[in-house]
């Protein structure tokens, strides 16, 4: 079964920093694009950043230069590192799969997302 | 990147049809057939029902179809039931290699 699981969320005060984890099952993280998704509480969906199969990583301009997309391939995880964090960063953040290991410009599965806090 | 235009809330009786629009522009919706939609219920994670413009993934109901015109892509949902009542968001792909979502529409069952 193809599966995704996020954790590392939790309270943090503004500036501080937190490394979100997303540990795949079913499918090879390294031959994939993956994808991590906020949604800031009663809020629509926002595209955080992307890390594609050969490495190349974007970003959205809210987050540019402050978070960090990267993959373990030997523990099939990806994971969001997020410094000097706002209180703004406060959502469910989701990670997914983009599209299929042949492409594809969809999300799909999503994992069950990990709620991050940012407040003094 | 502005997030895509789309309707707050849609409502229908059970059985009828409903359409939900989604606006962009020539730089995502327009210059793209990468539009895709999510139905997500409260406190659940969004789950993908429409990718590419058309395509329904395995395992989601044939009462749900997409189209594209434009700038504007749309999700109908047809037969109309209970278990459709969520929130739903669409997704487009840009010319700057990023995504932008919907602002989301809550679909009621009367």
């Known amino acids: 079964e193809v599966q995704l699981v996020e954790s590392g969320g939790g309270l943090i005060q503004p500036g501080g920093s937190l490394r979100l984890s997303c540990a795949a099952s079913?499918?090879?993280?390294?031959?994939?694009?993956m994808t991590w998704v906020r949604q800031a509480p009663g809020k629509g969906l926002e595209w955080v950043s992307v890390?594609?199969?050969?490495?190349?990583?974007y970003y959205a301009d809210s987050v540019k230069g402050r978070f960090t997309i990267f993959r373990d391939n030997f523990k099939n995880t990806v994971y969001l590192q997020m410094n000097n964090l706002r209180v703004e960063d406060t959502a469910v953040y989701y990670c997914a799969r983009e599209g299929s290991s042949s492409g594809g410009y969809w999300f799909d599965p999503w994992g069950q997302g990990t709620l991050v806090i940012v407040s003094s | 990147q502005s997030a895509l235009t789309q309707p707050a809330s849609v409502s229908g009786s059970p059985g009828q049809s409903i359409t939900i629009s989604c606006t962009g522009t020539?730089?995502?919706?327009?210059?793209?057939?990468?539009v895709s939609w999510y139905q997500q219920h409260p406190g659940k994670a969004p789950k993908l029902m429409i990718y590419d413009v058309t395509y329904r993934p395995s395992g989601v109901s044939s009462r749900f179809s997409g189209s594209k015109s434009g700038n504007t892509a749309s999700l109908t949902i047809s037969g109309l039931q209970a278990e459709d009542e969520a929130d739903y968001y669409c997704?487009?792909?840009?010319?700057?290699?990023?995504?932008?979502f919907g602002t989301g529409t809550k679909v009621t069952v009367l």
């Open positions: 079913g499918f090879i993280v390294g031959s994939n694009y």
């Open positions: 020539s730089s995502d919706v327009g210059d793209y057939n990468y």
């Open positions: 997704s487009s792909y840009t010319r700057s290699s990023s995504y932008v």
């Open positions: 890390l594609y199969s050969g490495g190349h990583t």
